[in-house]
C-alpha cells in the first residue's frame, strides 16, 4: 500500500518557478517507479515526468529543460521543482506510483492546483 500527498501548488506569473512535493507512505514506494501527472480543464489527464526506481527520469517534450523531477527514497519523498513558467502548464498535477507484485498496483495522491498567469 502506498499513500501519496502532493503540495506545493498555487499561483506563479509567468516566467516563475514552483516547486512541488509528493509525500508517500508504505515501505514498497523505494520500488515503484514514481510519475507527475496535469491534467489541465477540458483535457486529458497527461503524463509530464517519470522516474524509476534508481533515479532515471524522462520527460514530456513539453517540459524538457524547464522541470526537474527529483526523488529522495530515504524520505520518501518527490519533487517537481518547475521553472519558466508558462500560462499552457496551469493544470492540477497529481503524484502517481506504481510497481509490479503479481499485478500492477497504482497509487495517485489528490492532487494540487497550479496556476500561471500570463
Do not use: H, I
Not at 12 to 37: D, P, T
Not at 58 to 83: I, P
Amino acid at each position: 500500500q502506498v499513500q501519496l500527498v502532493e503540495s506545493g501548488g498555487g499561483l506563479v506569473q509567468a516566467g516563475g518557478s514552483l516547486r512541488l512535493s509528493c509525500a508517500a507512505s508504505g515501505s514498497r514506494f523505494s520500488n515503484s517507479v514514481v510519475a507527475w501527472y496535469r491534467q489541465a480543464p477540458g483535457k486529458q489527464r497527461e503524463l509530464v515526468a517519470t522516474s524509476t526506481s534508481d533515479g532515471t527520469t524522462n520527460y514530456a517534450d513539453s517540459v524538457k529543460g524547464r522541470f526537474t523531477f527529483s526523488r529522495d527514497n530515504a524520505k520518501n519523498m518527490v519533487y517537481l521543482q518547475m521553472n519558466s513558467l508558462k500560462p499552457e502548464d496551469t493544470a492540477v498535477y497529481y503524484c502517481n506510483a506504481y510497481y509490479w507484485a503479481g499485478r500492477k498496483y497504482d497509487y495517485w495522491g489528490q492532487g494540487t492546483q497550479v496556476t500561471v498567469s500570463s
